[in-house]
């Protein structure tokens, strides 16, 4: 059984942890290589999750479009809110407190090679976490991510993602609107996507849900759909 080291980082910049997952996935790379060319002593990369919360921040995938992001710099700048562009796949999107990003470093030649499935086994991890607050999460056709009420007017996204793979090892990955504050939303068209809502945990319940409950909820259900160990 694979084990994935679980690693709670707390509130970080963006930055800081882009950088941390780049500098993993490059020590990842590394190892697979050294373990190819059959050099002694090298070992499989160790599979991580990082979970963080951002400060207020917009980030831009590698295929969004800026036009997305609906106010000035000057406002940004007012409102103490970082915009960063990556080099994830799509759109842009907000991480802030409350929020639950979850970044797994993961080498899927231990797993599987195959991006769509690695995306739906991330959803599957999320639907799982609602529904233990009794919410049906659902994908959207064609739509990354986890939404409620697919198909109708109320349909909303309550789960971003994006992803980043370098031979088959990956970064970047999920933002569960936990505790969000949805106002920030308004600033931007999220994921590109005109026609559908966001919502939280909290707007969903109309309460404040605490954040380590889930956080272990997830960790867990990412372990059992990806049937690793999940360890620390």
């Known amino acids: 059984m694979n084990k ?15 950088d941390l997952q780049e500098q993993l996935l490059l020590q990842a790379v590394t190892a697979k290589r050294a373990m190819a060319s059959g050099e002694a002593g090298a070992t499989l990369p160790v599979h991580q999750l990082l979970l963080v919360e951002h400060p207020p921040v917009y980030t831009l995938g ?26 994830r796949g799509g759109d842009i999107t907000f991480h802030g407190p409350g929020q639950l990003v979850a970044y797994p470093i993961l080498d899927l030649e ?13 959803e599957e991890a999320v639907i799982r976490t609602l529904g233990h607050y009794g ?10 991510g986890v939404w409620l009420d697919v198909g109708t007017p109320r349909a909303r996204k309550i789960c971003a993602m994006g992803v980043r793979c370098s031979r088959w090892v990956t970064m970047h990955g999920l933002a569960l609107n936990v505790n969000t504050d949805m106002r920030y939303f308004s ?15 909290q707007q969903e319940l109309g309460r404040e849900v605490p954040m380590a409950g889930v956080q272990a909820l997830l960790v867990k259900f990412i372990g059992e759909v990806f049937e690793a160990e999940m360890v620390g």
Request: a negative charge; one cysteine or more.
């Open 62 to 87: 590698k295929s969004g479009h800026e036009s997305n992001l609906l106010i000035s710099e000057a406002q940004l700048a007012e409102g103490h809110i970082q915009y960063v562009k990556t080099n």
């Open 187 to 201: 600033n931007i068209v999220p994921c590109g996507i005109t026609d559908k809502a966001v919502t939280s945990l």
């Open 110 to 122: 231990q797993f599987f090679t195959d991006i769509g499935k690695y995306l739906r086994f991330l």
């Open 135 to 144: 919410l049906a999460g659902e994908r959207s056709a064609g739509e990354t």
């Open 4 to 18: 994935i080291v679980v690693r709670n980082l707390g509130s970080i910049d963006y930055q800081p942890a882009w």
